[in-house]
């Protein structure tokens, strides 16, 4: 129905999702592989809660989420990773530039270690509570190939000034 709709690329695993319908891991590759049927690109998204990331857990959270998650046959072509932690979306509050950084690297690791080529080559998007303020500083960390945009996507001036902070 989205891809008749003229959808290209379709989100799945937003936190919304995973916590207030159920959707676990197995559920969610199942549905980036139905995704793939439609002949769309899958954006899965992870990200850890405010809990966990208090308990210290993110990088344990984000390496289950990855595996459980990602179906196998992800490709660069086929399949982008958002990371959104859960904490941020919606919030105004951001992680530091230096924890994007780091946790990026992590989740770059990961799809190298198990897509090879096509790991290093996919996106990863960072999500939750990107506005035109921290756009552009978000944007050139590394490892950061893109923005998922919520509450900021509806007010055209401040979408448009995301957008010119991209790459
Ligand atoms: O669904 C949207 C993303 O979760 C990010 O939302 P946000 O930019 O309003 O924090």
């Given at each position: 129905m989205l891809a008749d709709a003229g959808a290209t690329a379709i989100i799945v695993g937003h936190s919304e999702r995973r916590?207030?319908?159920?959707?676990g891991d197995a559920l969610i590759r199942q549905k980036a592989e139905a995704v793939w049927r439609a002949g769309a690109t899958a954006i899965v998204c992870i990200g850890e809660t405010q809990a966990q990331r208090d308990a210290g857990q993110t990088l344990d959270i984000l390496r289950g989420q990855l595996a459980g998650s990602?179906?196998?046959?992800?490709?660069a072509a086929n399949l982008i990773v958002a990371y959104e932690p859960v904490w941020a979306i919606g919030t105004g509050l951001t992680p530091t530039a230096k924890d994007v950084e780091q946790i990026h690297g992590f989740i770059r690791e990961v799809l190298t270690s198990r897509f090879k080529t096509d790991g290093a080559k996919m996106r990863i998007l960072y999500g939750g509570s990107v506005k035109p303020s921290n756009a552009a500083e978000l944007m050139a960390v590394?490892?950061?190939?893109g923005a998922l945009v919520g509450?900021?996507?509806?007010?055209a001036a401040d979408f448009l000034a995301i957008a010119k902070g991209c790459p």
């Open positions: 916590a207030d319908h159920g959707e990602l179906p196998e046959g992800s490709t590394k490892n950061v190939n509450g900021a996507s509806l007010k």
